[in-house]
């Protein structure tokens, strides 16, 4: 049997939802019966994949894994700090996943970092990508005691520079949706091949860089994970897995790798169940010896990239325009009903921007007097974030300031 892989991964986020005066999340009405969202999608989704249950034909109970150690996943920093605080039984299920993952896929966790603030990157400027790579990275660095392989970029919102950022803090791969890869060919040969939305997801790509780095990537298998988002795939297990193998291509001789990614909150927010139906496919493929399931590190350190790809910049995997949906009134529409627009979204972006710019200079030139280097100062910030002790800010401050302060 030719050698064939499957890896789902699911990126598990929810946007802080903290009263910044409080530091807390008061009492949401709309999760009812539960004190908030947070609470309720954590009920829903990510407890029950931390244990979640097999059944037999009889709906007893066989066996009950932890899916986040046979899947690829990242977690937004702000949703792990929460989860730290309130819900200690999973997060600490998530840490040991990944240490559990490590053993069974030749030492590469399923882990991956995310940029931390959730920002769509291409639309930030070099230094604030930065930041949010490095502190994404410092995140992941402090809670799974290890440097990340990859990172989860936003939306997927791309573009060379984000790749640049990525690459030199380290980052080694990243995954994207198909219709991002403007051109690929075999490494070596002279010609590309361009046709949008046409590559061969089952295998790895090599992104060289202007900066003469490079970063791999993936892309993952559309259809299918518009199935699992929408179409409801998961409503039982067996068509899950049967999906997912039947996307092996039979012509194809190279090591293939089915892949797929959705929002984690698929499984079991989006889709009751869907944990228990992520479970069983995955149990069942393993079982069966059907395919090996494996997650992008294991996958990429046995299959090297042998082709290389180019980007269409300024992309995302949630819009259909570019990056429309961030800037300006792009045409995608929640069904606003006549005269409805979005022709607010281009001011305030400007906006924003602008007020970005004004920071900057006011911090860097207020900030000099105080810091060896504000920009360095505002990275290692993330030093304060995850530990406020006393020692923990007299520390950073030792470290960042200029002089006596």
Not at 371 to 400: C, F, H, Q, T, Y
């Amino acid at each position: 049997m030719r050698i064939r892989y499957i890896c789902i991964h699911g990126h598990f986020y929810q946007p802080p939802r903290e009263n910044p005066w409080l530091e807390a999340v008061e009492t949401q009405d709309s999760a009812t019966p539960y004190h908030d969202w947070n609470e309720r999608i954590t009920a829903e989704c990510y407890g029950p994949n931390a244990s979640s249950r097999i059944l037999d034909a009889r709906e007893r109970i066989v066996k009950i894994v932890n899916n986040y150690a046979a899947i690829s996943f990242n977690f937004g920093p702000t949703l792990l700090s929460w989860l730290e605080q309130r819900q200690p039984e999973t997060y600490a299920a998530i840490l040991d996943a990944d240490r559990v993952s490590r053993d069974r896929f030749g030492g590469h966790g399923s882990a991956i970092a995310q940029a931390y603030n959730h920002i769509i990157l291409p639309l930030a400027n070099a230094r604030d990508q930065r930041t949010q790579v490095r502190w994404g990275i410092r995140d992941f660095e402090k809670r799974f005691k290890r440097k990340p392989e990859a990172m989860w970029l936003p939306e997927t919102a791309v573009d060379v520079a984000s790749l640049e950022a990525l690459a030199a803090e380290g980052i080694a791969f990243t995954i994207l949706e198909p219709q991002q890869a403007r051109r690929w060919r075999a490494i070596g040969e002279d010609d590309w091949t361009e046709q949008t939305g046409a590559i061969d997801p089952t295998m790895p790509y090599r992104c060289n860089l202007p900066s003469g780095r490079s970063i791999d990537l993936f892309f993952y298998d559309g259809p299918i994970s518009r199935a699992v988002a929408f179409e409801r795939l998961l409503v039982r297990g067996e068509n899950l897995a049967h999906r997912l193998l039947g996307a092996f291509g039979e012509g194809r001789t190279h090591p293939q790798l089915v892949n797929i990614a959705t929002d984690g909150e698929t499984y079991g927010h989006h889709h009751f169940n869907g944990d228990m139906a992520l479970a069983y496919a995955l149990d069942y493929i393993n079982e069966q010896k059907l395919s090996r399931v494996a997650n992008y590190g294991q996958f990429l350190a046995d299959v090297p990239p042998a082709h290389e790809v180019e980007i269409v910049e300024r992309t995302a995997w949630s819009c259909g325009h570019g990056l429309g949906r961030w800037e300006r009134d792009c045409g995608c529409s929640t069904g606003g009903g006549d005269g409805w627009n979005q022709q607010w979204r281009t001011p305030l972006r400007d906006a924003l921007d602008w007020m970005r710019e004004e920071c900057i200079a006011i911090f860097e030139s207020r900030g000099a007097a105080m810091l060896r280097d504000p920009g360095e100062a505002r990275d290692d910030n993330m030093d304060v974030v995850l530990d406020r002790s006393d020692d923990g800010r007299a520390r950073s401050l030792a470290k960042i300031r200029r002089g006596h302060v």
